[in-house]
């Protein structure tokens, strides 16, 4: 079993579409979760980042954390098709040495005009 | 403008031939990393390290070597001991342990031919 599970899709919506992207995982340890999104052919850029449970707003992004059930999603309203990328989860317990982020396979989603 | 630098943007290679995936960083970041991904997989974690003069295997090490010998420059080399290497190659950097984020380059596609 993989340490994060991330529905590769494609998701494809209309514009202005409410768009929720999930991941689960399997590690309690995990503190911090972050929400990248990758552009074609191009490298992963921080989105939204989260420490613990909870939710964050920012703009037309939510990102919510539930550690109870070990899942976290990312919200997107009013969806555009500047949108249309490659959104991958990342995780981190804090307790590693090593200091490393575990990714989840990225969700590609199309916004279609 | 700070930021890190990977080059060239895409590589050829010859079957049997080592190469070497320059990323550069002036950010002044301690811990540097490179991840390679291939569709459906995800970043997998092949050398990261916290500091000059020493670094880790991650994820996926093998037919991979790396050195770090400034703070700003960490190149991976892949040899003809790997196997598989054609794929996209993400360098990425974070300024301490608990930095949330990771910067990345543009990333460099390695084609084997």
């Known amino acids: 079993q993989k340490e994060v599970e991330q529905d590769p899709g494609p998701l494809s919506v209309p514009e202005g579409a409410i768009v929720s992207l999930n991941c689960t995982y399997s590690?309690?340890?995990?503190?911090?979760f972050m929400w990248y999104r990758q552009y074609s052919r191009k490298g992963p850029e921080l989105l939204m980042y989260?420490?613990?449970?909870g939710n964050k707003e920012d703009g037309r992004f939510t990102a919510q954390v539930d550690k109870s059930s070990k899942y976290i999603s990312l919200f997107i309203r009013d969806s555009q098709p500047s949108d249309s990328a490659t959104y991958l989860c990342?995780?981190?317990?804090?307790?590693?040495?090593?200091?490393?982020?575990?990714f989840g396979t990225g969700t590609r989603l199309q916004v279609f005009p | 403008d700070g930021g890190i630098t990977q080059s060239p943007k895409y590589l050829f290679r010859k079957e049997g031939q080592n190469v070497t995936l320059s990323c550069e960083q002036n950010?002044?970041?301690?811990?540097m990393y490179w991840y390679r991904q291939d569709p459906g997989q995800g970043l997998r974690l092949i050398y990261y390290?916290?500091?000059?003069?020493?670094?880790q295997k991650g994820d996926i090490a093998e037919g991979y070597s790396v050195s770090r010998e400034k703070k700003e420059s960490f190149p991976l080399t892949v040899t003809s001991a790997q196997k598989n290497p054609t794929a996209f190659y993400l360098c990425?950097?974070?300024?301490?342990?608990?930095?949330?984020?990771?910067?990345f380059g543009q990333g460099t596609r390695l084609t084997v031919v």
């Open positions: 990342a995780m981190q317990d804090p307790s590693y040495n090593t200091d490393k982020l575990i």
């Open positions: 390290s916290q500091i000059v003069n020493d670094f």
């Open positions: 989260t420490y613990s449970s």
């Open positions: 590690n309690s340890a995990f503190q911090y």
């Open positions: 950010l002044n970041h301690d811990a």
């Open positions: 990425a950097s974070r300024g301490t342990l608990r930095d949330t984020e990771a910067f």
